[in-house]
């Protein structure tokens, strides 16, 4: 069945935008009668009835609300750099939403290739994916962070930096440090890994320092495996 973003939904009636509607007559060629899905992000899953099927305003009615649809029983945090190549990261979003995370924060670090972002590009990226993969909820995409701040920011739940400065990574694996269940924030560095410096000043702020496997990863790859990682180790 369908599913539309409706983010602002809050009563039984609501009226698609403008964007959601066009696709839902124009496109899908849906009318009055037929049943379409609603999520808002948040958790709640609707299923909802077309009373109005017109392509600049089309309204529906709420049939049936679902809470809590597709919640993890765990709370995952990525903080990563932006790539050079903002394709890049987009990819690693849309693949994270689709398998499972909370939160997405990008930072900036001595090594960092972009110091710029735009949130909304990637927010585009996010609800598109949470479409595809039928979640209720949206991974949160904060601003960009200074590396300083974000490892002094409070956190309940296990702290991790991924990276490989030494030749052999000597440190344990994700998979080997992580308990089923436990909500978990893991800084992936950019291309050119965090620098000695900023290693110690995480694990200063009570980070673990982990590794991702035996080769060395893309940032959004080592993002990548990370949230597959947890996700396989919680089912």
């Known amino acids: 069945m369908h599913l539309f973003y409706t983010p602002d939904i809050k009563e039984t009636t609501y009226t698609l935008n403008e964007q959601e509607s066009k696709h839902c007559i124009k496109v899908l060629r849906l009318n009055e009668g037929d049943k379409i ?9 609707y299923l909802a009835e077309i009373t109005h099927p017109h392509q600049k305003k089309c309204k529906v009615k709420v049939v049936e609300k679902t809470e809590n649809y597709s919640k993890l029983h ?11 190549n903002n394709d890049r990261l987009e990819w690693f979003c849309e693949k994270a939403t689709e398998i499972g995370i909370d939160k997405i924060i990008p930072f ?18 996010i609800i598109s994916a949470i479409k595809q993969s039928y979640k ?3 991974p949160e995409f904060t ?6 701040l974000l490892i002094q920011q409070e956190f309940k739940g296990k702290k991790y930096i991924a990276h490989c400065n030494n030749a052999i990574c000597s440190f344990m694996q994700l ?8 909500d978990a924030i893991i800084l992936i560095g950019p ?6 410096e900023e290693v110690q000043m995480a694990i200063d702020n ?6 991702l496997g035996d080769y060395r990863l893309r940032t959004e790859t080592a993002g990548l495996v990370a949230v597959m990682t947890i996700s396989l180790l919680n089912q």
């Open 191 to 196: 291309e050119g890994d965090f620098t000695p």
């Open 74 to 84: 765990y709370n995952l945090t990525i903080a990563i750099a932006p790539t050079k």
């Open 108 to 125: 900036t670090s001595y090594n960092s290739e972009r110091r710029n972002i735009k949130p909304e590009k990637f927010e585009k990226t």
């Open 37 to 45: 899905n609603l999520i808002d992000g948040i958790g709640n899953f």
């Open 175 to 182: 998979k080997d440090v992580y308990n089923k269940s436990e």
């Open 136 to 138: 209720a909820f949206k």
């Open 206 to 211: 009570g980070f673990v320092e982990i590794n």
């Open 143 to 148: 601003e960009l962070t200074k590396y300083k």
